[in-house]
């Protein structure tokens, strides 16, 4: 309970670094309307409460950086060392933790600090970050898109990808060359998301579009460097 406390401290006030993320979870899509009528496709994400963990410094450690973390998990389930460091910083036991590095040193932020999503208030746009969707071993036409051969007439090349290289001249398949493979869960990152709408009671940030991964999913946001 000491630690609980400790770590509800006060909120940071992070309007002096323009690029620090926060860490959160993707709850689903829906659609919103508008006072026109309009109907816009929306994305809800549940940002924070992160923790600040800890603060590098360039005297001490050579660069810049704070470390922030998300989603509480219980004691049993964190290793002796990592245990010790949540119980320095004064936080609780957390699930996520990444390390942002910063431009600048001139913050506030102290460890046992929270971040909310209120964080991105007065805020346009956001890039989000996150592990898109693991589809296992696709074909060509599913993984690049490409065209289905004819399905009459004896055609032995209706999914099939073809011709993969040249005749004796290079002989051999270039780098690069689109085939069969494993495709998705891989770290995608959609950027310049419009800000529809924030629930700081909630922890809920609406942005407008999709967001890469499953619901449920972890993902990072942070400012649009267009804003």
């Known amino acids: 309970m000491a630690e609980e406390k ?25 659609t919103i309307f508008r006072e026109d009528g309009s109907a816009i496709p929306v994305t809800l ?48 036991p957390l699930r996520f933790l990444r390390e942002v590095k910063l431009k600048t040193s001139e913050h506030n932020l102290k460890p046992g600090q929270v971040l909310t999503v209120e964080a991105f208030e007065g805020i346009r746009f956001v890039d989000v970050s996150g592990k898109s969707k693991g589809r296992g071993f696709a074909g060509t036409i599913k993984r690049w898109g490409f065209k289905r051969g004819p399905q009459s007439h004896g055609s032995q090349n209706v999914r099939r990808p073809g011709a993969i290289g040249q005749c004796m001249t290079p002989a051999r398949v270039f780098k690069g060359k689109k085939m069969a493979g494993r495709y998705g869960a891989k770290r995608v990152t959609v950027r310049n998301l419009e800000v529809v709408e924030i629930i700081p009671d909630r922890n809920i940030l609406v942005v407008k579009g999709a967001v890469p991964g499953p619901n449920g999913g972890f993902v990072e946001v942070r400012r649009s460097l267009i804003d």
């Open 6 to 30: 400790a770590a509800v401290a006060e909120k940071a006030d992070i309007s002096a670094m323009q690029r620090l993320k926060l860490l959160g979870r993707k709850i689903g899509m829906t």
């Open 45 to 92: 994400l549940e940002v924070g409460p992160c923790f600040v963990v800890q603060v590098r410094t360039k005297e001490r450690d050579g660069y810049d950086a704070v470390q922030i973390g998300f989603e509480r998990k219980k004691e049993k389930r964190c290793t002796k060392p990592l245990l010790g460091h949540f119980k320095k910083a004064g936080v609780p």
